[in-house]
């Protein structure tokens, strides 16, 4: 009789085991494999909209972010080299954008005046000499130089390597979607891309590199795209990646957290729509600007709007 009880125990413990896991299986199809922590079921979203924002890492609010020797293009550049992030060629980031790590190091390098034609090579200014002895090859070298260095700069024969310093920019693509269930709006970051920015300055009289030098092309060049669920993992696993906090030492917060607390500030510079516009396409100038405070403040009183009754 016990025997008897047991099986049928067993049976009934491995029937509703089954259905569980084939629920929970059909239950996780429909999350977004790209959100890092928020994640809702698309059947709870009642409202949903793309964003991207232009963050300057050198402006005063994103510097904890650009601490130096502490710079989250630091920490980015160490972890493709070693492969343990992956980057994509956009911000899509699917199999289909994957970039090698060998691409990611020729996006490093820009070729000195005079390597090419036209200036700027056939990469548009970044060359494709050298990647082996960065330690994307055989060797096992830091792809990276030293970019902890005081200087920063390194050049190689045939260009010059970028340092993390100089990815002064970062374009964050970001979900906004209101739950029904929980009656909650989510700010859910998928894609962050490292931007070079346009040169600032013209040749060093001195011979010194300048951000001409680093990019002589003139205008914003995009390095690589970033999962923002690997990015958070990245830094989550990594004590010395600071959001540093300089006016409470003992505050300093992680990486992962100071996203997610959303301490940065960025401009909106597009936001999806059918013809793929960005806001700078459509306006010029100042009028850009006011368009994309004026998405922002629509944001803020679609909101506010959602509890008026």
């Given at each position: 009789?016990?025997?008897?009880?047991?099986?049928?125990?067993l049976f009934l413990f491995?029937?509703?085991?089954?259905?569980?896991?084939?629920?929970?299986?059909?239950?996780?199809?429909?999350?977004?494999?790209?959100?890092?922590?928020?994640?809702?079921?698309?059947?709870?979203?009642?409202?949903?909209?793309?964003?991207?924002?232009?963050?300057?890492?050198?402006?005063?609010?994103?510097?904890?972010?650009?601490?130096?020797?502490?710079?989250?293009?630091?920490?980015?550049?160490?972890?493709?080299?070693?492969?343990?992030?992956?980057?994509?060629?956009?911000?899509?980031?699917?199999?289909?954008?994957?970039?090698?790590?060998?691409?990611?190091?020729?996006?490093?390098?820009?070729?000195?005046?005079?390597?090419?034609?036209?200036?700027?090579?056939?990469?548009?200014?970044?060359?494709?000499?050298?990647?082996?002895?960065?330690?994307?090859?055989?060797?096992?070298?830091?792809?990276?130089?030293?970019?902890?260095?005081?200087?920063?700069?390194?050049?190689?024969?045939?260009?010059?390597?970028?340092?993390?310093?100089?990815?002064?920019?970062?374009?964050?693509?970001?979900?906004?979607?209101?739950?029904?269930?929980?009656?909650?709006?989510?700010?859910?970051?998928?894609?962050?891309?490292?931007?070079?920015?346009?040169?600032?300055?013209?040749?060093?009289?001195?011979?010194?590199?300048?951000s001409y030098d680093y990019?002589?092309?003139?205008?914003?060049?995009?390095?690589?795209?970033?999962?923002?669920?690997?990015?958070?993992?990245?830094?989550?696993?990594?004590?010395?990646?600071?959001?540093?906090?300089?006016?409470?030492?003992?505050?300093?917060?992680?990486?992962?957290?100071?996203?997610?607390?959303?301490?940065?500030?960025?401009?909106?510079?597009?936001?999806?729509?059918?013809?793929?516009?960005?806001?700078?396409?459509?306006?010029?100038?100042?009028?850009?600007?006011?368009?994309?405070?004026?998405?922002?403040?629509?944001?803020?009183?679609?909101?506010?709007?959602?509890?008026?009754?």
């Amino acid at each position: 009789m016990k025997k008897t009880n047991f099986v049928i125990f067993l049976f009934l413990f491995l029937f509703f085991a089954t259905v569980d896991q084939v629920r929970s299986q059909s239950v996780r199809e429909g999350y977004n494999p790209l959100s890092a922590t928020r994640q809702v079921h698309e059947d709870y979203l009642m409202w949903k909209r793309t964003i991207w924002r232009n963050i300057n890492l050198k402006e005063p609010q994103n510097k904890p972010f650009f601490a130096k020797n502490r710079e989250i293009t630091k920490f980015i550049f160490d972890a493709v080299a070693n492969g343990t992030l992956q980057p994509y060629t956009n911000d899509s980031v699917t199999e289909r954008q994957l970039m090698t790590a060998e691409e990611f190091a020729a996006k490093l390098v820009v070729e000195e005046e005079g390597a090419a034609d036209d200036g700027f090579g056939d990469d548009d200014g970044f060359g494709d000499d050298g990647f082996d002895d960065f330690g994307f090859g055989e060797e096992e070298e830091d792809p990276f130089g030293d970019p902890f260095g005081d200087g920063g700069e390194e050049e190689e024969e045939g260009g010059i390597i970028i340092p993390p310093q100089e990815i002064s920019l970062m374009e964050l693509k970001e979900d906004i979607y209101f739950d029904r269930v929980h009656s909650r709006i989510y700010f859910d970051i998928q894609a962050v891309t490292l931007i070079l920015p346009a040169a600032s300055a013209d040749r060093s009289s001195d011979g010194g590199f300048t951000s001409y030098d680093y990019n002589p092309a003139g205008f914003e060049k995009a390095i690589a795209s970033f999962r923002f669920v690997d990015l958070y993992n990245l830094f989550r696993n990594n004590s010395d990646a600071l959001w540093y906090n300089d006016r409470n030492i003992a505050q300093h917060k992680n990486l992962s957290d100071a996203f997610l607390l959303r301490l940065f500030k960025g401009n909106i510079v597009k936001v999806a729509n059918v013809d793929d516009n960005r806001i700078a396409d459509l306006f010029d100038g100042k009028e850009a600007i006011i368009q994309s405070l004026k998405v922002e403040q629509d944001l803020i009183e679609w909101e506010a709007a959602l509890w008026e009754y």
